[in-house]
């Protein structure tokens, strides 16, 4: 079975512009994470989406918005890009539901890069 | 709410010796644990996980880690250690609940090995 994937792996973008990333689950996996990792801030979660709707948000300001699509597929959308959000985005998948914890898998991540 | 702490920021250790990594959480339910290995330019992949029963976990590449409820501790070991254990090392604690699945990191420690 294939992993997560991300794409693109990497991106550079200039301060002001907006960027979205991609994310494919694991075949079957329902529910999507997302994740930022910085060498300041380590890892923080940002979002998690399920069944197209956004379940689980962090505490990022509305700049960061993601979605999800009826074949689970997610995006990330970054708008007005500050040199901050130079970053490594993770994204992760898990089967579904709530109740008993549900074990996420991590793609390769998507490394962001703003001038 | 959740948090993760792992105290040590560096550890350097001589190739075949015994490493410890060390871990405590804040959780006020029964915590699922998780310990992640990173290597440059990588995303997460799962060592190991505690959801519940025998406190004494055992991973993939040969490391373990002990769950100490008392101690609010998840410490990592790995009784002799490889050059290619040169990573950095994240403990986590899943959340769930009807919003859904988080994970919390600590901010990592990474593993320098020495030959």
């Known amino acids: 079975k294939a992993g997560v994937t991300q794409t693109p792996r990497y991106l550079i973008k200039t301060r002001g512009q907006q960027v979205t990333l991609s994310c494919s689950p694991i075949s079957g996996h329902r529910s999507v994470s997302w994740y930022q990792q910085t060498p300041g801030q380590g890892l923080q979660f940002l979002f998690e989406y399920f069944s197209e709707t956004q379940r689980n948000k962090g505490n990022f300001p509305g700049r960061f918005s993601g979605r999800q699509f009826s074949n689970s597929r997610s995006e990330m959308n970054v708008s007005t890009l500050e040199l901050g959000d130079s970053a490594l985005y993770l994204c992760?998948?898990?089967?579904?539901?709530?109740?008993?914890?549900?074990?996420?898998?991590f793609g390769p991540g998507t490394r962001l890069t703003v001038l | 709410a959740q948090s993760v702490t792992q105290p040590d920021i560096h550890i350097t250790v001589s190739e075949g010796a015994s490493l410890e990594l060390r871990c405590n959480y804040s959780?006020?339910?029964?915590?699922?644990l998780f310990w992640y290995v990173q290597s440059p330019g990588q995303g997460l992949q799962l060592l190991l996980k505690?959801?519940?029963?025998?406190?004494l976990v055992q991973g993939i590449k040969g490391f373990e880690a002990e769950f100490k409820r008392s101690q609010s501790s998840f410490n990592l070991r790995k009784p002799s250690v490889h050059w290619s254990d040169a990573a950095e090392y994240f403990c986590?604690?899943?959340?769930?609940?009807?919003?859904?699945?988080?994970?919390?990191f600590g901010g990592g420690t990474r593993v320098l090995v020495k030959p």
């Open positions: 992760a998948s898990s089967l579904a539901g709530s109740g008993a914890y549900n074990e996420q898998f």
């Open positions: 959780y006020g339910a029964t915590p699922y």
């Open positions: 505690y959801f519940s029963g025998d406190t």
């Open positions: 986590a604690v899943g959340a769930t609940g009807a919003a859904g699945n988080k994970l919390t």
